[in-house]
Nanobody, 126 residues
Framework: QVQLVESGGGSVQAGGSLRLSCTGS????????MAWFRQTPGEEREGVAE????????YYADSVKGRFTISQDNAKNTVSLQLNSLKPEDTAVYYC???????????????????WGKGTQVTVSS
């Protein structure tokens, strides 16, 4: 069974930075896409950044483009998310997700992902 474990969340002031990591295990096949989503209470899960692992092609939500960077370390089975220039509206629980799907009709759709971590809290104060 696939397990994804996030780490690196915390509290930071606006303008600060954090680095989230997600380590995967138990894969029966290498995930083709990995992504970070975030969610605040009462809101739907929002896609933040996605990486197509065979080519390291990335996609970002407009709200984080230019501030967040997703990357992968295949040797460590780790996907990271560098969060820079953080804003209070970035406050959320951040989830790592993986899928073996080779082709998806659109980026950052939660329903395309079948493996999820338990999340890590990011809090940005003004």
């Amino acid at each position: 069974q696939v397990q994804l474990v996030e780490s690196g969340g915390g509290s930071v002031q606006a303008g600060g930075s954090l680095r989230l990591s997600c380590t995967g295990s138990g894969y029966t096949s290498t995930p083709k896409y990995m992504a970070w989503f975030r969610q605040t209470p009462g809101e739907e899960r929002e896609g933040v950044a996605e990486i197509f692992t065979p080519t390291s092609t990335t996609y970002y939500a407009d709200s984080v483009k230019g501030r967040f960077t997703i990357s992968q370390d295949n040797a460590k089975n780790t996907v990271s998310l560098q969060l820079n220039s953080l804003k209070p509206e970035d406050t959320a629980v951040y989830y790592c997700a993986a899928t073996a799907m080779f082709w998806k009709p659109a980026p950052l759709r939660p329903d395309d992902y079948n493996a999820w971590g338990k999340g890590t809290q990011v809090t940005v104060s003004s």
